[in-house]
């Protein structure tokens, strides 16, 4: 026995399927667009890292932005405007650092329209006079995409606090 498939039902049926399929290519999209943009933050990043490891401002000059809006919040000091900061605080690191490794790890982002936010563990080594430093710590580091390039616009690290000194043991008296 032969069922007749009315066109009522065929019509429903086919609609359904377009609806499905648009939403279905909708979140793909939206899925693929949003994975694009974080690659593209996490490249900024990675660039951001190789340029302190070669003392190369030129390229931090591409990848922060180059306004008075830029803030960076480091161990305790705050830098306002990417001037500021490059000036008085980048420049004068960098040229002290000697076979600096500076990395990212436990690197998450997360972007929404023009903004992205990264959080992130970064070590550090580097000689610096007649010593050698090993050290790490947090940050989140903010960006804008502006003229269709990611830029950071907003830096905050953090290294562990230090172990404070052994108090000195008072000496029994003889």
């Known amino acids: 026995m032969k069922k007749k498939i ?16 648009v939403i279905g290519f909708s979140f793909y999209t ?8 974080v690659k593209a933050v996490t490249d ?13 401002l030129a ?10 809006d830029v803030t960076v919040f480091e161990s305790g000091h705050a830098n306002y405007g990417w001037t ?6 980048l420049a004068p690191e960098l040229k002290e650092f000697k076979n600096t490794k500076y990395a990212f790890s436990d690197l998450k982002v997360k972007t929404s329209g023009n903004l992205a936010l990264a959080t992130f ?21 903010v960006l ?13 690290s953090s290294a562990p606090r230090r172990q404070p000194s052994p108090t000195p043991q008072p000496q029994p008296k003889s």
């Open 44 to 56: 900024v990043l990675t660039r951001e890292a190789a340029a302190v490891e070669k003392d190369d």
């Open 121 to 141: 563990k970064y070590t550090l080594s580097a000689d610096i006079g007649t010593r050698h430093v090993d050290t790490g710590g947090l940050g989140t580091a």
């Open 144 to 156: 804008e995409k502006r003229d269709g390039r990611w830029q950071i616009v907003h830096w905050h």
């Open 84 to 89: 500021d900061y490059r000036n008085n605080h």
């Open 30 to 37: 939206s899925v693929s667009a949003q994975t694009d943009q």
């Open 59 to 68: 390229t931090l000059d591409k990848i922060w932005a180059n306004s008075e």
């Open 6 to 21: 009315s066109l009522k039902g065929f019509s429903v049926a086919v609609l359904i399927l377009a609806v499905v399929g």
